[in-house]
T-cell receptor, first 113, second 110 residues
Framework: GAVVSQHPSRVICKSGTSVKIECRSL??????MFWYRQFPKQSLMLMAT?????????EQGVEKDKFLINHASLTLSTLTVTSAHPEDSSFYIC?????????FGQGTRLTVV | AQRVTQPEKLLSVFKGAPVELKCNYS??????LFWYVQYSRQRLQLLLR??SRESIKGFTADLNKGETSFHLKKPFAQEEDSAMYYC????????????FGQGTELSVKP
């Protein structure tokens, strides 16, 4: 199966600044990665589909200018939360679709103060 | 609308008791159904997929298209089964996009 690594695992930033989260597929070439958001004690909500070499596809209600996704290579997708606000504080998880199942990163806990 | 519903937020049982975690779905088409598990301080991982029809760690799940359900069952719960369980759905030809249920926390007491 694929090994997916997210970095950082935790980040605290000031309101108004931007934060970049990396998602790496260590042993699998991923043309597609997914970004999810999870609020405390709630489900994972798909934010966007990251497509290698092309624009990301965002789910309804997700601001593409706020959550910038870049998938420049087959092993790396980045999610940048721009001009972060406290309401952006959440747990962000990426996944890679393998041949038969999805493999998840360990998640990034973002806290905006 | 595409939706996955897990009605129980928390399920608490004693070791050795049977367990059933409920999952109902709404999808226009032929979905693929999955159960994912997240143990404490670990990442989400696949437990079962309906296509494979296998038993993993003693858990089974049968897709009931008539009732649009995919309940997860285990006849004798173990303490190490304590975790968060998420039912998820993916449409065919959707490239792996998953719609998750709200999750059920299973607590198995000694």
């Amino acid at each position: 199966g694929a090994v997916v690594s997210q970095h950082p695992s935790r980040v605290i930033c000031k309101s108004g600044t931007s934060v970049k989260i990396e998602c790496r597929s260590l042993d699998f070439q991923a043309t597609t990665m997914f970004w999810y958001r999870q609020f405390p004690k709630q489900s994972l909500m798909l934010m966007a589909t990251s497509n290698e070499g092309s624009k990301a596809t965002y789910e309804q209600g997700v601001e593409k200018d706020k959550f910038l996704i870049n998938h420049a290579s087959l092993t790396l997708s980045t999610l940048t939360v721009t001009s972060a606000h406290p309401e952006d504080s959440s747990f962000y998880i990426c996944s890679v679709q393998g041949r038969t199942e999805a493999f998840f990163g360990q998640g990034t806990r973002l806290t905006v103060v | 609308a595409q939706r996955v519903t897990q009605p129980e937020k928390l399920l608490s049982v004693f070791k050795g008791a049977p367990v059933e975690l409920k999952c109902n779905y709404s999808y226009s088409g032929s979905p693929e159904l999955f159960w994912y598990v997240q143990y404490s301080r670990q990442r989400l991982q696949l437990l079962l997929r309906h296509i494979s029809r296998e038993s993993i760690k003693g858990f089974t799940a049968d897709l009931n298209k008539g009732e649009t359900s995919f309940h997860l069952k285990k006849p004798f719960a173990q303490e190490e089964d304590s975790a968060m369980y998420y039912c998820a759905l993916s449409g065919r030809n959707q490239g792996g996009k998953l719609i998750f249920g709200q999750g059920t926390e299973l607590s198995v007491k000694p």
